[in-house]
């Protein structure tokens, strides 16, 4: 079983910057993938972004590259979602999760198996 604790969610300005982190324990991380998704009001989960422990390759949705990262430090087990050019579109709950692969991403998250209890981010215009 894998726990996911996810923090730093909040209220920004648009064009400002946010950089929730998600903490990991009760397995050994090499062994996931871990991803950030967000829902909006009314909206389906979305894919962010997603990241290989072990490896280091990342995935990034068209619609947050170039403005969004995922940064991991491997000693305190922890993924960030560095969020820079923050939009209003951008207010969402943002989860964080977990699923059992290392080489493939996968995108939808039906394939993942572990979830945070997800961090309020809101964007005002």
């Known amino acids: 079983q894998m726990h996911l604790v996810e923090s730093g969610g909040g209220l920004v300005q648009a064009g400002g910057s946010l950089r929730p982190s998600c903490a990991a324990s009760?397995?050994?991380?090499?062994?996931?993938?871990m991803g950030w998704f967000r829902q909006a009001p009314g909206k389906e989960r979305e894919f962010v972004a997603a990241?290989?422990?072990?490896?280091?390759?990342?995935a990034i949705a068209d619609s947050v590259k170039g403005r969004f990262t995922i940064p991991i430090d491997n000693p305190k087990s922890t993924v960030y979602l560095q969020m820079n050019s923050l939009k209003p579109e951008d207010t969402a709950v943002y989860y964080c999760?977990?699923?059992?692969?290392?080489?493939?991403?996968?995108?939808?998250?039906?394939?993942?198996?572990?979830w945070g209890q997800g961090t309020q981010v809101t964007v005002s215009s």
């Open positions: 999760a977990a699923t059992l692969s290392v080489f493939f991403i996968p995108l939808e998250n039906r394939k993942y198996a572990y």
């Open positions: 009760g397995r050994d991380t090499s062994e996931f993938i």
């Open positions: 990241i290989s422990w072990k490896t280091g390759d990342t």
